[in-house]
């Protein structure tokens, strides 16, 4: 990809674009896309992308544990922990990239993920949506 976007003659500027930016979203047909993503860039006179990745690092695949086993304590066998142990196959590599340029004022985005980086993020908002619940174990004490 990096050889790619040099050799068209293009830059690449390390950053991530955020939602509260308004951008576009390039929506992709098949897993090359971010190429045609990168000749539009280039053809729209573009003098650089921004590049932004997301490697799927040890740690987080421990925190996920962690909070999945004290999700499901005392029952430590569970899919979502399967699941979870699986991802270490899965450590040091990319699981989302997002290229972007602008033109004419407008951000054009392009973002890929894998699916195991996509169950990834499902496993870590069950855990987030989990621990959000609120139980009111209080007694009523008008009675």
């Not at 921004?50 to 490697?55: Q, R, W």
């Not at 979870?84 to 196959?89: D, G, I, K, T, V």
């Amino acid at each position: 990809m990096v050889a790619f976007i040099a050799g068209h003659g293009m830059s690449r500027f390390s950053g991530y674009i955020t939602e509260d930016v308004p951008s576009v979203l390039f929506e992709e047909d098949n897993p090359d896309s971010w190429k045609d993503f990168v000749e539009l860039a280039k053809s729209s006179g573009a003098p650089f992308l921004t590049m932004s990745e997301i490697v799927l690092e040890k740690a987080d695949v421990e925190l996920l544990l962690e909070q999945l086993r004290d999700q499901n304590y005392p029952e430590e066998e569970s899919p979502e922990m399967e699941e979870a142990q699986y991802l270490a196959n899965y450590v040091g590599k990319i699981g989302y990239l997002q290229l972007g340029f602008a033109h004419q004022g407008v951000l054009f985005l392009c973002e890929t993920s894998t699916p195991w980086y996509d169950q990834f993020q499902q496993l870590m908002e069950s855990v987030d949506d989990y621990g959000s619940i609120i139980v009111d174990d209080r007694e009523d004490d008008e009675n």
